[in-house]
């Protein structure tokens, strides 16, 4: 099964969504397990709440969601075109916990992400007029279902 260029910016639009809201979740769940801030690795004691949050524990899902995504991007396109669009959620992420967690961002920080924008334009673009598209999907016989 060849990956158009649509579905292949669909899955990786739904992988940093998931992505996204995975973190928002783990965020929120860990600022309210009791005692936890750091602690020191030395005692493992301290997992047990953070696994008992129902929001890390949906959050983390949704990041094994997003490692799927992932998979199945990287069984059928180009790492080098595949990763470098991942950074897109170098900008969905700071949205994400900017609306959903009232965090502040610098402007520092927006021109950083302003540069990652650039970057996943140029390799987007990059990527135009190459044989076959789309980060130069596998052949039919090749390509996972």
Do not use: N
């Amino acid at each position: 099964m060849s990956f158009s260029r649509r579905k292949l910016w669909g899955l990786l639009l739904a992988g940093l969504i998931s992505e996204a809201i995975g973190f928002v979740l783990i965020k929120r769940g860990l600022a309210i397990v009791p005692g936890f801030s750091g602690q020191s690795l030395s005692s493992l004691s301290f997992l047990i709440p953070v696994l008992k949050s129902p929001q890390v524990l949906i959050g983390t899902a949704f990041e094994a969601l997003h490692f799927g995504i992932l998979m199945e991007l990287l069984s059928v396109s180009d790492v080098s075109y595949i990763i470098p669009l991942t950074s897109i959620g170098y900008v969905l992420t700071p949205l994400s916990a900017l609306f959903f967690l009232g965090e502040t961002i610098p402007p520092l920080r927006w021109s950083g992400i302003l540069l990652v924008c650039a970057g996943v334009a140029a390799v987007s673009v990059s990527d135009r007029g190459q044989k076959g598209g789309a980060g130069h999907p596998l052949p039919e016989s090749e390509a996972l279902s």
